[in-house]
T-cell receptor, first 110, second 117 residues
């Protein structure tokens, strides 16, 4: 069975500092990896997916199959980045269930 | 707001009572999902529909839980004989099955909070 681990429950950084939210997964097949974000009082929304290889709001994430990781990075954190971040995995072309990690709360201090 | 909508947003019920949640997906989305989220945890998959057919069910979905999507549009999630362990946020989500893999984005509702006392 697949599993997603986010080792940090809370990550606190100062504005302008680099950010890395860690995500590790276990799955024997070819996964799809996602990052979802939930801002205060808002619904969970997709931030980015590994297939798209895109940068959203300055965030990027690279799938490292050797290390089974999909860490989320941003070179300069902004206060508006403060939110809950969830890493999620979906089995590629084999179902629609998303398996989520436990989430990391990012706090960006002024 | 044309996003996924859920009702009620909050429900407090006594142990042993039945509760029902409703989800209206984004118009024309043919896939609908239910997730459960407890405090400090990420969402956990419960079940999903493609049109009116329920195609996957998690082992988390005990016999007291039943979900329907009778006309392939809105869905209901009923919990019978509620227990305190059922207290959680119940999230609904929807997506559109398309040819483009990148188009199959899952959109979430704001959730329905259940508190069983």
């Amino acid at each position: 069975a697949q599993r997603v681990t986010q080792p940090e429950k809370l990550l606190s950084v100062f504005k302008g500092a680099p950010v890395e939210l860690k995500c590790n997964y276990s799955y024997s097949g070819s996964p799809e990896l996602f990052w979802y974000v939930q801002y205060s009082r808002q619904r969970l929304q997709l931030l980015l997916r590994h297939i798209s290889r895109e940068s959203i709001k300055g965030f990027t994430a690279d799938l490292n199959k050797g290390e089974t990781s999909f860490h989320l990075k941003k070179p300069f954190a902004q206060e508006e980045d403060s939110a809950m971040y969830y890493c999620a995995l979906r089995k590629y072309n084999a179902g629609n269930m998303l398996t989520f990690g436990g989430g990391t709360r990012l706090m960006v201090k002024p | 707001d044309t996003g996924v909508s859920q009702d009620p947003r909050h429900k407090i019920t006594k142990r042993g009572q039945n509760v029902t949640f409703r989800c209206d997906p984004i118009s024309e989305h043919n896939r609908l999902y239910w997730y459960r989220q407890t405090l400090g945890q990420g969402p956990e998959f419960l079940t999903y529909f493609q049109n009116e057919a329920q195609l996957e069910k998690s082992r988390l979905l005990s016999d007291r839980f039943s979900a329907e999507r009778p006309k392939g549009s809105f869905s209901t999630l009923e919990i019978q004989r509620t227990e305190q362990g059922d207290s959680a946020m119940y999230l609904c989500a929807s997506s559109l099955l398309g040819q483009s893999h990148s188009g199959n984005t899952i959109y979430f509702g704001e959730g329905s909070w259940l508190t069983v006392v």
